[in-house]
T-cell receptor
């Protein structure tokens, strides 16, 4: 089946620094990838849709200048959390649509802790 | 806007019993509904998709029903095993969003005791 990887799996950073998270589709191409954030005991909340060759689409309330998304190729999307603050600490998960665009294949997630 | 409710935050059952999880939604009826499994610290894994014209769908020990009148889906795991312990998420297509954009319920954490 389709595999989506994320790197790093966890990261600890100081407040004010930037962190980049990579999402790769390993055995298929993805013109679209989704970035989610999940707080403990909460549902996955869609942050933005990453589109290869065009700008990302951000959900309401998500600051595009703080969460920079770049869909560099058909197999790679990156999320950069700029000037990270402790409240940005969360579990970040990416996904890519499967065949037919109905289901989604998720990456293993990245745990971010901002001190 | 569409909302999804998974009424039980947690469900504890004995090994061998059938686990039944509930997903309710408001507003419009989706063309299809999906169930995912999420283990702690991991991304969700797709399990089943059921369409609006399907009443029931099965996959091994899993069964999903879809009642568009009640706006409800039930997810059953028969002959449950401790390895089935995980959080199960219900998801719907978010109309108006990007293609493939899903909205998720909070999930039900299932614990199967040996």
């Amino acid at each position: 089946g389709a595999v989506v990887s994320q790197h790093p799996s966890w990261v600890i950073c100081k407040s004010g620094t930037s962190v980049k998270i990579e999402c790769r589709s390993l055995d298929f191409q993805a013109t679209t990838m989704f970035w989610y954030r999940q707080f403990p005991k909460q549902s996955l909340m869609l942050m933005a849709t990453s589109n290869e060759g065009s700008k990302a689409t951000y959900e309401q309330g998500v600051e595009k200048d703080k969460f920079l998304i770049n869909h560099a190729s058909l197999t790679l999307s990156t999320l950069t959390v700029t000037s990270a603050h402790p409240e940005d600490s969360s579990f970040y998960i990416c996904s890519a649509p499967g065949p037919g665009q109905e289901t989604q294949y998720f990456g293993p997630g990245t745990r971010l802790l901002v001190l | 806007s569409q909302k999804i409710e998974q009424n039980s935050e947690a469900l504890n059952i004995q090994e061998g019993k059938t686990a039944t999880l509930t997903c309710n939604y408001t507003n419009y009826s989706p063309a299809y509904l999906q169930w995912y499994r999420q283990d702690p610290g991991r991304g969700p894994v797709f399990l089943l998709l059921i369409r609006e014209n399907e009443k029931e769908k099965r996959k091994e020990r899993l069964k999903v029903t879809f009642d568009t009148t009640l706006k409800q889906s039930l997810f059953h795991i028969t002959a449950s095993q401790p390895a089935d312990s995980a959080t199960y998420l219900c998801a719907l297509l978010n109309y108006g969003g990007s293609q493939g954009n899903l909205i998720f319920g909070k999930g039900t954490k299932l614990s199967v005791k040996p």
